[in-house]
């Protein structure tokens, strides 16, 4: 596609359930990143993926987060028996390769409530 | 990464240039400045970096001190879709993760 994408655009979960967020990077964009941003506040970056390498998880808060990359394309952030601080918009972003000044394009990212 | 400071928020009357200043004192050499904003419930957008010299592009101009500790952006002839949060970063372009660390940017609104 043209852009990056994320779906859902908007979700509503209870407390304690589990959510997935979807992120279509850029074809060919090899270097994949999830970041998360509460509400006026900056962007708190999660976890990055580079080709086949071991993705960099430093940024994940609590086990509760994981995130998989299938095929060096689609990712999938899962949040585990969710709380009312999860409540946030995830973005995600993608770059040609990693470090490539102009290459990060972000998604218009998933705006996650959890009631 | 080095850390940047910015004014929390600014007003630009529309048509007139914007001119949204950041301070990295503590900046080291190999470290470009970049410059994102984010437009209300939208991604953030790259607009422009630079390592030392002056850039400009479509969107908007870069002037670097010489001593590379602050920088400013410029938005030449601001509208009303320049109204975002404009966020300054330095940074290496290659290293481990390559993620961006955002601080809290300034809150431009242009009005008429």
């Known amino acids: 596609g043209a852009g990056v994408s994320q779906s859902p655009s908007n979700k509503v979960t209870e407390k304690g359930k589990d959510v997935e967020l979807r992120c279509d990077p850029i074809?060919?964009?090899?270097?994949l990143y999830w970041y998360r941003q509460s509400l006026g506040q900056g962007l708190e970056f999660l976890i990055y993926?580079?080709?086949?390498?071991?993705?960099?998880k430093s940024g994940l808060p609590s086990d509760r987060f994981s995130a998989e990359r299938t095929g060096g394309s689609v990712s999938t952030l899962t949040i585990q028996r969710t709380q009312q601080e999860d409540s946030a918009v995830y973005l995600c972003?993608?770059?040609?390769?990693?470090?490539?000044?102009?290459?990060?394009?972000f998604g218009s990212g998933t705006r996650l409530t959890v009631v | 990464d080095a850390k940047t400071t910015q004014p929390p928020s600014m007003d630009c009357a529309e048509g007139r240039a914007a001119n949204l200043p950041c301070n990295h004192s503590?900046?080291?050499?190999?470290?470009?400045v970049y410059w994102y904003r984010q437009i209300h419930s939208q991604g953030p957008q790259y607009i422009i970096h630079?390592?030392?010299n002056n850039e400009t592009n479509e969107m908007a101009s870069l002037i670097i001190t010489e001593d590379r500790k602050s920088s400013t952006l410029i938005l030449p002839h601001a509208t009303l879709r320049d109204t975002a949060v404009y966020y300054c970063?330095?940074?290496?372009?290659?290293?481990?993760?390559?993620?961006?660390?955002f601080g809290g940017g300034t809150r431009l609104m242009v009005k008429p």
């Open positions: 972003a993608s770059s040609l390769e990693a470090g490539r000044e102009r290459g990060y394009t």
């Open positions: 074809s060919g964009h090899t270097a």
């Open positions: 993926f580079q080709g086949n390498s071991a993705p960099d």
């Open positions: 503590t900046i080291s050499g190999n470290e470009y």
């Open positions: 630079g390592l030392k």
């Open positions: 970063i330095v940074r290496v372009p290659l290293g481990a993760g390559n993620m961006l660390t």
